[in-house]
């Protein structure tokens, strides 16, 4: 099993090109199966993930085929298509839920594993299944699988109003691609407003979708008969770059981060510039300067959804306000469990305390190398950043949940002038 080896201590200063974002790159996978002809995305980022679905979706019996030097991935759904997911792959990735609007949509039925909690929480899927299920579809789950199906008669979903108790960002992609090809009108209120779900419309258009209103929280989408190819790019990776501003802010440097969506960071942006660190926005990337920790603030923040502080950053920023001076509160509302990080960084030396959904974080901890387990994605994340600023040598376990969602993390790292590496 994978781990990385940092010795910590070492400023940043170069450059990071920003990959494609891993939950915009997953969505529109999954947007080739409501279409019998090619879709070529381009800057989609090396990730297990994306691997992942690409097993599914062969699985399926689409054709995919990569090329290029830029990410480039062209997907083929023709028919035959085999409906369903099986556990084994949904089980690695909850996105894989991502399939079960377009395969209904496409195919009038699908079979998906219902998938389980995971690290950061129990994460239902009760919403994606209530507004298919007002969409016309019969919903049931049997033998841990989800299986829907359009009643006898029917080849279409039906255009209807949701209302989704909560803003679900996956839940909100589903209903979308979903009804991109049902009979009629579907509204989705309380629809997710993250750049992912607008880059998703935005290919869904190119496809031949009718859609308004993306980016609100209220999406229009009149449905259409057939979709059909269509090119792409993936939107850069905002929680890659938002990783990124906090390792040079915690370590110290400068670094110029191409590609970067500065727009689309405002909340985390914020933050970081109240602690005292400089961010500037360009058209083609975000340059970042930072003194250090030792001369910057920490900050209290709240998860929310997008355009707030994104549930994505919490733990990368709660490294950088264990590094910082002063105390900080840290409060998650999106996940129930999402501090799984803060027994690892407390490991290294950090002042965490945790009550409820506020972790309190006493700030200007000096770090001291050990090793540590990574629990999930943006932890392992986390986890890296302490390790980049701890004196002494930081191991970081279990890191194939980083590989999950970073495209090359420890290489881009390298770039920058850190000591680290990885062990098989
Ligand atoms: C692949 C992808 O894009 N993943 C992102 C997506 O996950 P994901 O789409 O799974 O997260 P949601 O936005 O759906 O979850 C938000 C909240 O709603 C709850 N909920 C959601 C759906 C549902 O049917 N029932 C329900 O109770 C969840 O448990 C959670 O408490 O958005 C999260 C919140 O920004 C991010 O952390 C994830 O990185
Ligand atoms: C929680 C995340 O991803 P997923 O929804 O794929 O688990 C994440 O990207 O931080």
Known sequence: MDR?????????HGEVVVSGAKNAALPELCAALLTDAAVTLRNVPRLRDVATMRALLERMGVQVRTHGERGGMTLQAADPLEPVAPYELVKTMRA???????LLARCGRARVSLPGGCAIGSRPVDQHLKGLQAMGADMAVEHGDIVARLPAGRTRLRGTRITTDMVTVTGTENLMMAATLAEGETVLENAAQEPEVVDLAELLIRMGARIEGHGTSRIHIQGVPALHGAEHDVVADRIEAGTFLCAVAATGGEAWLR??????LDAVIDKLTDAGVTVQAEAAGIRVRSPGAAALKAQSFRTTEYPGFPTDMQAQFMALNAVAQGPSAVTETIFENRFMHVQELVRLGAQIRIDGRTAFVEGGSRLSGATVM???????????????VAEGETVVDRIYHLDRGYDQMERKLQALGADIERMA
């Open 4 to 12: 990385l080896l940092i010795r910590g201590g070492q400023r940043l």
């Open 96 to 102: 894989s839920i991502l399939v079960l609007g377009p």
């Open 259 to 264: 590609g970067g969506r500065a727009q689309h």
């Open 374 to 388: 990574a629990t999930d994605l943006r932890a392992s994340a986390s986890l890296v950043i302490a390790g980049l």
